[in-house]
């Protein structure tokens, strides 16, 4: 998941990328560039996954569904941040916690992520 990826003063994109088949899916939403702070988690009930994000880990919003198709053992999460402008930055990806809950079909993967902008 790409943290933010900056695009001028005024806003930056939240991402994700989910890779399904062999074809990967980028979805963005626009934020507030003055947000330093984010938390993801991803909650599945099968082949269905949510994933949110909130800016203070305590209301979380919707980022996007996607629906993994065919059968799998595990899943490979991770996130990341970029920028398209020709700078660099600094980021610390912080308090990670993977946690598998339920049974069948009521399985949750949460991933709960702070991560901080300097």
Known sequence: ???KEIMGTA?????????NLGYSDWA???????????????QSKKNDFIIEYSD????WKQLRIAHLHG????LNVGIYACS???ST???????????????????????????KLK
């Open 1 to 3: 998941m790409d943290l």
């Open 28 to 42: 963005t939403i626009d934020i507030n560039s003055k947000i330093n702070k984010m938390w993801y988690r991803i």
């Open 89 to 115: 930055f600094d980021v610390v990806f912080d308090s990670y916690l993977l946690e598998k809950k339920g049974k069948s079909d009521q399985e949750n993967l949460k991933i709960f992520k702070e991560v």
């Open 71 to 74: 059968k799998f053992n595990e």
């Open 11 to 19: 806003y930056s994109r939240l991402g994700s990328v989910v890779t």
């Open 84 to 86: 398209p402008m020709d």
């Open 56 to 59: 203070d880990g305590i209301s």
